[in-house]
């Protein structure tokens, strides 16, 4: 019997510590209760999933210090779902997501949950009352979330755990009514698929993050041993670049050309480096897979360490993440006690070892020659590309960075193979992305799809759109080097290339819905305040041109005149895009592009009748 | 961001060129050196600057180019109560300049010699956007924040002091 607590930053912060001490001291005999990092529904924090024969596998969600006793109580001393208080003290219960074998035999109890958007509970007092004419007190319950919206009212039933959607409100009593009488088995074919398909963080949240042991259980290092074993480090890298395989940092870059470029040089020793300096304020998919699944990305970088021939790699991990690094640290001491680093790795005659370095809160220093000059110990200025770092970086020798997503996703490759990876997605963008979903959104989670899928898809049938009342006006991708999507644009398929094509990226994963009350002049000014703060000053474009950008949309927010202004913004990010030296400005003006055109009106809200400019 | 600090007055400037001596640092690696020093002294003391410029023998500038560089380390001590609110894209939606005023606001009119106990900070995205608007008060993490609630955290932090 098992309990998995969601132990990274985000429950940690939302009060995971006090309900895993309460757990432990009320049920630390009978159950197993398991820190594990997270399972990606970060809203729903502090949560626990059960795994027992006995009881319906769920999550509880929204956990504090009133509504525990009542789960206690009602649900791991009776075996019943936990009363009416439990919910209106803020709990909730999250069905659909479970990872228990299925099984049969009688109804023993029920979720059912109304999915259609826009999100209302309006109908869940009438509900319970329904189903308390079929079933007794504790036997049903009302699911904040299935995972999946707009496919009308949806039950989960158990002891089978499966998930059934698509019904109307007519049609609840017969189905209760069938249900009671044990005839579930009639309504088979509104089973509802996944939407989700979680190649990268499907063991995030089933874990514990901090052992080596259970992440060999779920197939850690099983990549690393068939490659050692098995592929050339030539293999490996076709096998890459079978999958089509593009970093997740951001740019895009295929992985396998990167990993060919940097094995090709002749100057040894070379270097890999993961990146995890996560600087995109508002994403945090690198957070949670570091503090999740540490050996997953570890094996990534070992992977790579082999495919181009180094034998020493780098973490880079940005000081605001102290859990991460310290699970990764202990991730690395673990794998050199269990041999996958060190000499002569599993007898194969690869050698490889692994140092964790800090950031110290410098943006730029996610850029690939800003990180090489910090990991260096110096100031974090990029300099100019070529060389690449494929040719001249760490120490003046060949250096591979990847993001980490990117590394995490290579031992799935290597296991599941190229082609495999490859019939997911869309044109040239292939695979599963992860995406960090977070703004005016219902259920701000982390979200891993094949790529292509439509954004609306995302935002509204996995996430549950905007809460209840906001109508969306975009969203925000990339980070302040991305752009917007505006709602007209919704249907847009998450690729590369889609988003390129609007003036904008997909980036490292981030998007931030905006509801109708943001002004996206105003928006602007956040970022460039930000970008202000995080220019690293090396060239004139970025520094100057930074500061008199945001001294022009102060200007406009003041009631200066739109039109003069958008002139001379557009003229300054016109040449701040061409001549920056580094990507930060250079897409610094990205999302002022993108505004501008999208939303021209909110640059002209702002006017002041009569003056015509500001002093 | 959990830490107590020692109080750099009462450390005397051979205990800071013996902290110095002690660091092991890899490959003189100025930014480990610095991280270590931070988290010991809870900012760079000049004095120790000057140790380290000896140490790896390098000019005072080199080093201070570095310190300056990075946001996280402070070149001078953070006050006793350390309010760092986080100010990433998805709080700053969630208003979290206003909890910035506000906690600008709340030191402003605290007595004078309190005023210097307090030092406020951001920081951009601590990847908890779930959570959103967050901020730290003393090490301890607030989500969900709003205003009724950072000013009662805040006067809690205060007012637990002056009973102590
Ligand atoms: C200003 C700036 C900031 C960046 N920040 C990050 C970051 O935080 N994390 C990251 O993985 N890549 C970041 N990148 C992209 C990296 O420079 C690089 O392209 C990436 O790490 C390569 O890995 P990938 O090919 O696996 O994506 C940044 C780029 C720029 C220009
Ligand atoms: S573009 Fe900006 S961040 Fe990049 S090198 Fe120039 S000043 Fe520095
Ligand atoms: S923006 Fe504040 S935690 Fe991400």
Known sequence: MKIRLNFDSNAIAAGAAYVGEALQRELGKTWQIIKVGTNGLSYADPQIEVE?????????GKLNAHNIAYLLEDFFQHGLFPREEFFRSGGCILGGRTFMKKRGGAITHILVSDTSLPLQDKNRAYVLSLLS???????YAWALDFGFYNRGFAIEIFPQSEVYAGFSIEELPELFGLLSQGQGLAIHKRFSEPLQLRLVSKNCGRMSAESIEEALQLGGYDALQTSLKKLSPEAVISEVEKSGLRGRGGAGYPTALKWKLTRQEKNFPKYVICNADEGDPGAFMDRSLLESDPHRVLEGLILAGYAIGAEQGYFYIRAEYPLATQRIRRAVEEARQYGFLGKNILGSGFSFDVKVRLGAGAYVCGEETALIASLEGKRGSPVPRPPYPSQRGLYGKPTCINNVETLATIPEIILRGGDYFSTIGKGKSLGTKIFAVSGQIAKTQLVEVPMGMPLKILIYDICGGLPAGKQLKAVQTGGPSGGFVPASLLDIPLTYEDFLAIGSIIGSGGLIVLDESVNLAEFMLFYLNFNVDESCGKCAPCRIGGFQLRHLYQELLAGADAERQIAKIKRIAYAMK?????????????PIFSSLHFFPEDYK??????????? | MQRIYLNPAAVSHPEMKKFVDGLQVENDNLILALHAVENHFGYIPREVAAFLAERFRIPMARIYEVITFYHYFRT?????HLITVCNGTTCWLFQSEKLLQMAHEFKTNLPEEKQREVSIEEVRCIGCCALAPL????????PYLNAEIFQQELEKVISCEDKA
Not at chain 1, 52 to 60: G, K, N, Q, R, T
Request: with cysteine; glycine share 10%.
């Open chain 1, 605 to 615: 809200l702002w006017a002041k009748k009569n003056i015509s400019t500001v002093p």
């Open chain 1, 52 to 60: 027992a024969e006995h009881l319906p596998a769920v999550i509880f």
């Open chain 1, 133 to 139: 004419r079929f079933f007794s007190p504790g036997q």
């Open chain 2, 135 to 142: 901020a730290y008060i003393d090490g301890q993490l607030h």
């Open chain 2, 76 to 80: 001078k001590p953070p006050g006793r």
């Open chain 1, 578 to 590: 061409l001549a920056s030296l580094c990507g930060l400005g250079k897409a610094a003006c990205n």
